[in-house]
């Protein structure tokens, strides 16, 4: 190939240049440049007059504010309720008038007043049911184990002597059989005994011997097994969880059955009749005692089961009426529908209100109907109203700064925006405020101090304005305030949506304690309806700001922890085609990012902001892949081919401009966007600098002079720590990769070198790192080399076979 002469390169252009080269004529050059001197005249202009736009928004923020909240104070009666008239003042002609407000009184208190209709609770007769049930069963288990009763015939034996020999204490029964046998024995007249029941259980034993000797053993036996039964029996109904009387047990066949019967009638006879909830304990007392007493039932108990039952209903009944929602609805809106409406009747020239007379409800109906009641705009109310909120306004810009919120101008509108929702939700009387998405939002976008001092503005201006609840206001308060605390924490939308749970959950909580504290009065169903009504209104505005925050992200240029995770996604479209069409610098862009995060997680930047930044900062080189050694693998250079160090610097600072060309057809927000120019500055792209002062010393007959400025890149420098860090992960990646035995202190040298070569060339003068600080970022750098180049074992080599 015929090497190239100085002479022969064709010098690059600037635009400006290339575009009058080609314009037709001399006059069209001027109108470019006239052009060209509007617009930065404009711009000047605009840059002027910057520092009075926080001045016209406060301003907007102050009048927007004070048109929503005292939308009351417009077209205001001076001849109002309460107010004394002026004069006398009669009908201009006749009318009939509907009292809306009256009508709509009265039919509220007629469905108010409707009572509610009751049904039977099915849940709850089946649980007494199922209750009772096992009762019964408990009693016939223990009646089994204890016997039959009577267990002989009462011709052998009495009633009550069974009972009393069954049921008598250990030592009475070894009595009655020891004086049975003494006295069989001697066969004299039997001595009566202190007790009554002994004597008598003697005396018919002593009966049956002599009627029928041979029994009286047999008898004896069967009595003394019959106690041990009975004694098993009542340790059984002892130990059931009901307690179940022994009285059970002391009842006959015949006698059960027909308790039984009477159980079960009267349970189904009394909730079929239904019991009513809160019905206070002796009501149900007295309704169980008249139902027993009753003639039917009263003779087919047993007298001695009358105590037993009364005591098993009074326990196991329980209130088994239920309002039925909808048939009561239905009779309160007939009852509603049955109030005909309220009628004002007024003839011409027939008197409303008399002079020095208080203007009452229809007075004032009939007044404003004829356009008698002077509506007005009460501008003196609305200046107070718009000092009040600007004092406000100024508290809250006080408070902003001292916690360093530094807001740009489209922040403060939307701040401003976010906060006149708020308040235009409250004005149509909607309770459930939507502080909780403004806490979320403001969070997530900006930072916790911001949403609490933006929530602390909102709670004072509404109850000096608009009637408002304290309950609600302070529920979403709270709400807000948590949401805004953790939602800039969170990573994934998942995370927030488990955030707004805990939101309305908060929410709920708040509002029963203060509704306790206020109300100085139990918590009722009502109270608890409110509550989980307040707390799904929390989770409800957490869903609306989660679904509106990617609009708001995207409107305002914002970005969030998690648009910077999504962006900083391998599988985006615009990083699928770095890694595809340019795997040499989605290899480098991985690296860089790498020892970026590391150093931005060590000073406590932003490092998700430093993430996403990082693997887009290169994303230009896509205009020329093969223009960069790291996508060359090991082929030609194209460089080497060119052979003019212009035209090469030329493709590698153009991969800048062609970067911020994709980024802004992507929509990647300008924070991400500020990483491709800045991560390059306007540093010197040496090698090209140099090679084309070698070709001007070496051969320049023409007498071109090597200009500095066209081998730099157009800047801006770093702005910020974050594109500051980058710029120096950039600058060492290759350097580190080059290394490969090299120790701790060699590398540290060279990381050093190359930050001091960046510091010294004034890169880094904007960027807010100090000279400390790039000593740590670079330990920090090293420290992440060694982690990708730790040393590996040595295997031996499989030995042939």
Not at 91 to 106: L, R
Not at 255 to 284: F, H, M, V, Y
Not at 444 to 458: C, D, H, K, Q
Not at 481 to 500: D, H, I
Request: aromatic share 8%; charged share 20%; with cysteine.
């Amino acid at each position: 190939m015929k090497k190239l002469r100085l002479f022969d390169f064709p010098k690059p252009k600037r635009q400006k240049e290339l575009f009058c080269q080609t314009s037709a004529s001399q006059k069209t050059k001027k109108l470019a440049d006239g052009g060209f001197s509007v617009i930065k005249s404009g711009l000047k202009l605009w840059r002027g007059l910057e520092k009075y736009h926080s001045i016209a928004i406060f301003c907007l923020t102050a009048i927007a504010l004070t048109t929503v909240l005292g939308h009351r104070f417009y077209n205001q009666p001076r001849l109002a309720i309460g107010t004394i008239a002026p004069q006398t003042i009669t009908a201009p002609y006749s009318i009939s008038v509907e009292d809306i407000e009256t009508t709509k009184a009265e039919r509220k208190a007629a469905r108010t007043v409707a009572s509610p209709i009751l049904k039977i609770n099915e849940v709850v007769n089946q649980q007494v049911e199922a209750q009772l049930q096992q009762i019964l069963v408990a009693s016939n288990e223990s009646r089994r184990i204890a016997g039959s009763f009577p267990f002989v015939e009462t011709s052998t034996l009495s009633i009550s002597a069974q009972r009393y020999l069954r049921n008598c204490p250990e030592w009475e029964w070894k009595l009655v059989v020891e004086t049975f046998k003494a006295q069989l024995a001697s066969k004299n007249k039997p001595s009566t005994p202190a007790n009554n029941s002994t004597a008598e259980a003697i005396i018919e034993l002593q009966a049956l011997s002599w009627r029928s000797p041979e029994n009286v053993t047999k008898l004896i036996n069967k009595i003394t097994q019959i106690r041990q039964q009975y004694a098993q029996a009542k340790t059984k109904l002892a130990l059931n969880p009901r307690n179940i009387d022994k009285l059970v047990l002391e009842l006959s066949e015949e006698e059960w059955k027909k308790t039984q019967t009477t159980i079960n009638s009267s349970k189904d006879r009394i909730l079929t009749q239904g019991i009513a909830p809160g019905l206070p304990p002796d009501i149900i007392k007295t309704a169980v005692d008249t139902h027993l007493k009753s003639p039917d039932v009263n003779s087919a108990l047993p007298k001695t089961a009358q105590s037993w039952v009364k005591a098993l209903l009074i326990n196991l009944l329980q209130p088994n009426l239920i309002e039925d929602v909808a048939k009561t609805k239905y009779q309160a809106e007939q009852a509603a529908s049955s109030v005909n409406p309220i009628t004002l009747e007024v003839q011409q020239g027939e008197t409303i209100v008399k002079a020095g007379q208080e203007i009452d409800h229809a007075a004032f109906l009939l007044l404003d109907r004829f356009d008698l009641s002077r509506r007005e705009i009460r501008w003196y109310s609305l200046l107070q109203l718009g000092t009040f909120v600007t004092g406000c306004l100024g508290v809250f810009v006080l408070i902003k700064r001292q916690l360093g919120c530094t807001l740009k101008q489209r922040d403060r509108i939307l701040v401003m925006l976010l906060t006149l929702s708020t308040i235009l939700i409250t004005t149509l009387r909607f309770n459930y405020t939507s502080l909780p998405a403004i806490g979320l939002l403001l969070g997530s976008f900006y930072a916790p101090s911001l949403g609490f001092t933006v929530i602390a503005l909102v709670i004072v201006l509404l109850p000096a304005s608009l009637g408002i609840n304290i309950e609600y206001l302070l529920a979403g308060a709270v709400g807000g305030l948590l949401a805004s605390n953790y939602a800039g924490k969170m990573r994934s939308r998942e995370e927030l949506a488990l955030l707004g749970v805990a939101v309305g959950s908060v929410e709920a909580i708040t509002f029963l304690l203060v509704d306790l504290i206020i109300n100085h009065t139990n918590i009722g169903w009502y109270d608890w309806q409110q509550a989980g009504l307040v707390g799904l209104s929390g989770v409800a505005w957490s869903i609306i700001a989660i679904g509106l925050s990617p609009y708001l992200e995207y409107l305002f240029d914002l970005v969030t922890p998690i648009r910077l995770a999504e962006l900083a996604n391998p599988n985006r479209p615009l990083l699928k085609r770095l890694a595809t069409n340019a795997p040499g610098t989605f290899q480098h862009t991985l690296f860089v990012s790498t020892l970026a995060e590391a150093a931005a997680k060590e000073l406590c930047l932003n490092v998700e902001l430093v993430r996403a930044g990082t693997f887009y900062h290169d994303i230009g080189k896509l205009h020329d892949p093969q223009g960069f050694i790291e996508n060359q693998r090991g082929g030609p250079n194209k460089h080497d081919e060119i052979n003019n160090p212009w035209l090469s610097a030329e493709i590698i600072i153009k991969h800048v401009s062609e970067g911020l060309i994709m980024a802004r057809k992507y929509h990647l927000p300008k924070a991400v966007r500020a990483f491709i120019p800045e991560h390059q500055g306007t540093i010197l792209v040496a090698y090209f600098h140099h090679q084309a002062q070698q070709l001007a010393e070496v051969d320049n007959p023409s007498g071109i002079v090597v200009d500095e400025r066209e081998f730099r890149y157009d800047g801006p420098i770093p702005q910020s720590p974050e594109t500051g860090i980058v710029m120096l992960a950039d600058a060492c990646e290759a350097a580190l990769r080059s290394l490969k035995e090299a120790t701790y202190e060699e590398a540290l040298a060279m990381v050093n070198k190359i930050l001091r070569s960046r510091w010294q060339d004034n890169q880094m003068i904007n960027s807010g790192l100090t000279r400390a600080q790039m000593s740590r970022i670079a330990e920090i750098f090293v420290e992440v080399w060694l982690q990708f180049h730790h040393k590996r074992i040595a295997y031996p080599k499989a030995a042939n076979s």
